[in-house]
């Protein structure tokens, strides 16, 4: 294969990576705290729009756990939240009550 060949395949190796990247693009929404599970680590929030959307808390974000646990954030807190979509599940990747946490 000659350098160009491989140039090209290496362009294209590096444009799946960058392409597989956009599929686990951030998500923002706000909302009110619907319920809380700790045990599931999962999170409703009713958003302004209306629609309810589950978030996963992961184990390694001790930080949002925390503010669960300490009940920084309760039922019924406005919040903006960021997450991914991993595996089927919304994670959260920002968790923060409008007013401030």
Known sequence: MNIIGKMA???AALSLLVLSGAAAAEEKI???VKSIDLETRTIVITTVN???VVIT???EDTGTLNKFKEKRIIVD???RVKYVVK???NVATSFRKTAGC
């Open 87 to 89: 595996d089927g599940k």
């Open 57 to 59: 808390i992961s184990d």
């Open 9 to 11: 395949l290496v362009l």
């Open 50 to 52: 209306g629609p309810e």
């Open 30 to 32: 706000s909302g009110t």
């Open 77 to 79: 807190d406005a919040v």
